[in-house]
């Protein structure tokens, strides 16, 4: 009787396992296949890709788009500027979150409740786009590097999870310890909060990173300077200058198929060059995703 309900137990295990995996590689599937989809299409007719005839395996492969896109010289030096961008954002940005989310975990900081509240408040309320250009252009930013990371420098919703991180996974009494023998807050954040905090640091990373590489509307506003503009933006204004061709050519006989072809090429292939470094990147700090991305989110 006991070996029959263990090889019960034991087989409904294995279907559960089996049920999981299935369920895994179908969500696998759906995350997997539009970027699969993106790349064969970047490399495939335009007009098969709407047809409906690239599904599984490119068609009229073809790197028109590709060599499109890398013809332009600007592309170098906006891979160049973008990592720039991002790697001094993404500094710049976690260090004001720690500089910010630290003291507001400290239950004894003087006005905690009301610090939080204004912080919070920015979350619903802005002035909107033209105050706040208005602002930069007055504080001298306008064509400088810094009116992409000073504006929004702290990331409220960022700035909570840290605290939250803080609150619930690193003990107060070690805080205390550190301080009884010694320690500065400085030295406390450095030797024992930071250290300890790897995790959601590294998920703010992943977080800064991603922004700052995707973002064009700043760049677009506050630098006009074409050699200053990131890679999103350098993309925008090829594609832009892509449709105008492909307009142009409208009155040359048998010139318009050919050249929106390629224009639409340059869409997808646009996408593959802007997302592969954030793809190449993220693996080697998946493990600390997760972890800290839960810890962060429970409320203290």
């Known amino acids: 009787m006991k070996r029959t309900k263990r090889?019960?137990?034991?087989?409904?295990?294995?279907?559960?396992?089996?049920i999981l995996v299935l369920i895994a590689l179908a969500m696998t599937l759906i995350v997997a296949y539009p970027l699969y989809y993106v790349l064969i299409a970047s490399v495939s007719n335009p007009y098969d890709v709407y047809a409906g005839k690239t599904?599984?395996?490119?068609?009229?492969?073809?790197?028109?788009?590709?060599?499109?896109?890398?013809?332009?010289?600007?592309?170098?030096?906006?891979?160049i500027n973008s990592i720039k961008?991002?790697?001094?954002?993404?500094?710049?940005?976690?260090?004001m979150l720690y500089l910010t989310a630290y003291p507001l975990a400290q239950k004894d900081l003087p006005g905690r409740k009301w610090i939080s509240i204004f912080f919070i408040i920015t979350m619903y309320f802005g002035g909107g786009l033209i105050p706040t250009y208005l602002v930069v252009k007055d504080s001298g930013l306008i064509g400088n590097m810094w009116a992409?990371?000073?504006p929004g420098g702290v990331s409220v919703a960022n700035m909570i999870?840290?605290?939250?991180?803080?609150?619930?996974?690193?003990?107060?009494?070690?805080i205390?310890?550190?301080?009884?023998d010694g320690c500065t807050k400085i030295q406390t954040l450095v030797k024992i909060v930071i250290p300890l905090s790897m995790p959601i640091l590294s998920v703010?990373?992943?977080?800064?990173?991603?922004?700052?590489?995707?973002?064009?509307?700043?760049?677009?506003?506050?630098?006009?300077?074409?050699?200053?503009?990131?890679?999103?933006?350098?993309?925008?204004?090829?594609?832009?200058?892509?449709?105008?061709s492909a307009a142009?050519?409208?009155?040359?006989?048998?010139?318009?198929?050919?050249?929106?072809?390629?224009?639409e090429m340059i869409k997808f292939s646009s996408i593959v060059v802007a997302a592969a470094p954030m793809l190449v990147i993220y693996p080697f700090i998946q493990k600390y995703f997760e972890k800290g991305m839960m810890s962060g989110a429970v409320k203290g």
Not at 55 to 61: C, E, G, M
Not at 176 to 180: D, L, R, S, T, V
């Open 7 to 18: 090889a019960s137990l034991g087989l409904s295990d294995r279907v559960s396992d089996v």
């Open 55 to 79: 599904f599984l395996l490119p068609s009229d492969f073809s790197l028109k788009g590709y060599q499109a896109v890398f013809a332009d010289p600007s592309i170098f030096s906006g891979y």
């Open 85 to 95: 961008y991002t790697v001094i954002g993404t500094i710049f940005s976690v260090v």
């Open 148 to 150: 992409l990371f000073i």
């Open 161 to 174: 999870l840290v605290r939250n991180y803080f609150q619930n996974s690193i003990p107060h009494e070690l």
């Open 176 to 180: 205390e310890a550190a301080e009884i």
């Open 204 to 244: 703010m990373v992943v977080f800064s990173m991603v922004a700052y590489w995707n973002d064009w509307f700043t760049a677009l506003i506050y630098l006009p300077n074409p050699d200053m503009a990131p890679l999103p933006l350098v993309l925008r204004n090829i594609l832009i200058k892509s449709s105008a």
């Open 248 to 263: 142009q050519a409208s009155t040359v006989s048998g010139g318009y198929a050919e050249l929106n072809k390629v224009k």
